[in-house]
């Protein structure tokens, strides 16, 4: 796995949270300091995968009280170049959001996030962040530019049920389109 020299410095501290939840399930992992992190994994089959990990949070000013977001900062060379998510040999890309009021991963549909511009803001609802804490994972239906968008909140134990869940609902979509 490569990495070229413009991709962003990551939270090291995140993306080694992010691993070690997933535990023997990883496979290998390139190198932690950077996004997106590059990732292959055993279970549930042998994939591998560009993490766009983010925190995520509920600032104050502009959002909604009961929303949560991360911004979506990957590398754009020029200014008003567009950003998309690398899916390029055989990786699978994956938004992923960190919320540490609640120790929940959020997972985006990449695919419905295409050719967006700077700091480009994904939303989460409060509430299906709390009710992922009961179950393995909660669901929320988003409205996007490119179609209708699950959006996936799992406890931090529960991650690679969320990964499982957003490559079936992937694999569901490329079926039925």
């Known amino acids: 796995m490569t990495r070229s020299r413009s991709t962003f410095k990551a939270s090291k501290t995140l993306n080694e949270y992010f691993v070690s939840r997933l535990?023997?399930?990883?496979?290998?992992?390139?190198?932690?300091?950077?996004?997106p992190l590059l990732l292959e994994l055993r279970k549930p089959s042998p994939l591998k995968f560009r993490v766009y990990?983010?925190?995520?949070?509920?600032?104050?000013?502009?959002?909604?009280?009961?929303?949560?977001?991360?911004?979506?900062?990957?590398?754009?060379?020029k200014k008003n170049e567009l950003g998309n998510f690398d899916f390029s040999d055989g990786f699978f890309a994956l938004i992923v959001g960190y919320v540490k009021d609640y120790d929940v991963f959020v997972f985006w549909d990449a695919t419905k996030h295409?050719?967006?511009?700077?700091?480009?803001?994904?939303?989460?609802?409060?509430?299906?962040?709390?009710?992922?804490?009961?179950?393995?994972?909660?669901?929320?239906?988003?409205?996007?530019?490119?179609?209708?968008?699950?959006v996936i909140a799992a406890r931090s134990e529960r991650i690679l049920d969320a990964i499982k869940e957003r490559m079936r609902l992937i694999y569901k979509e490329l079926l039925e389109g």
């Open 23 to 35: 535990g023997e399930a990883v496979k290998r992992v390139d190198d932690i300091n950077y996004r």
């Open 53 to 77: 990990l983010f925190n995520c949070g509920n600032p104050p000013g502009g959002r909604p009280i009961d929303e949560y977001k991360v911004v979506l900062n990957v590398d754009q060379k």
């Open 114 to 150: 295409k050719n967006f511009g700077r700091n480009k803001n994904l939303q989460v609802k409060t509430e299906t962040i709390v009710r992922a804490l009961l179950t393995p994972f909660e669901t929320q239906i988003r409205n996007t530019n490119s179609g209708t968008e699950i």
